[in-house]
């Protein structure tokens, strides 16, 4: 495939948030339930969906103005959370794994403010609310705890959680996130580990031609 014959993936996005928009001003929702869990679960992948709507507006943005070396935590974000969407919408008792779980992350964030060092983050600790367990019974609490797990109820899973991991390396700190704005010293007076900033993104990336420079 040549250079011409690629997707403007911008483009394609900008215009699922027009139609996105639209239906959400636009149209009403309802859920005819067959299922005490149908409307928590339709309304848990609306939520998310909007939230990836939002976080993709925003990594367009940075990608146009800092190249998508800076867009890839808000890149693993939204791709996280659409995955967890279509995962629920697909699965007969995902919703119910997923809001099983969120008690004990709220007790373990309870735990942590409670051991702060300050004062008014150990104050915080007891506002939080919703640590009860819910006592839901579902066949995927190990989908729930695990994307990779999650990611394994699809097809072609394995590629999902492959390009999950590359967004990861990119997000978090760590020497191959800071090996894109470094590079060998040629000096012969510096070690070969010697290392200077690069002055300019080092990560090559099409711009349309609204792009801003940088």
């Not at 990594?59 to 995955?83: F, K, M, N, Q, W």
Request: proline share 6%.
């Amino acid at each position: 495939m040549s250079a011409t014959d690629t997707p403007d993936y911008a483009d394609i996005a900008a215009r699922l948030f027009r139609i996105w928009d639209q239906m959400l001003h636009t149209d009403t929702f309802t859920v005819i339930s067959g299922n005490p869990f149908d409307a928590e679960k339709a309304t848990r992948v609306l939520a998310l969906t909007h939230h990836v709507r939002r976080l993709g507006a925003t990594a367009l943005d940075l990608i146009d103005s800092h190249g998508p070396l800076v867009a890839a935590p808000t890149i693993r974000s939204g791709y996280e959370c659409a995955l967890t969407a279509l995962w629920i919408a697909q699965s007969t008792d995902a919703v119910q794994a997923w809001i099983a779980q969120d008690p004990a992350t709220r007790r373990a964030m309870q735990k942590s403010l409670r051991a702060a060092d300050g004062e008014q983050l150990r104050q915080v600790a007891e506002k939080v609310v919703g640590t009860d367990p819910l006592g839901i019974e579902s066949n995927s609490t190990t989908q729930a705890d695990k994307i990779v797990e999650m990611l394994a109820d699809f097809d072609g899973g394995g590629d999902l959680y492959v390009h999950y991991r590359l967004l990861c390396g990119f997000t978090h700190a760590s020497p191959m996130l800071t090996d894109y704005y470094l590079d060998l010293d040629p000096s012969p007076a510096r070690t070969a580990t010697s290392s200077y900033p690069h002055r300019k993104n080092p990560i090559e990336h099409r711009t349309s031609s609204s792009s801003r420079p940088r």
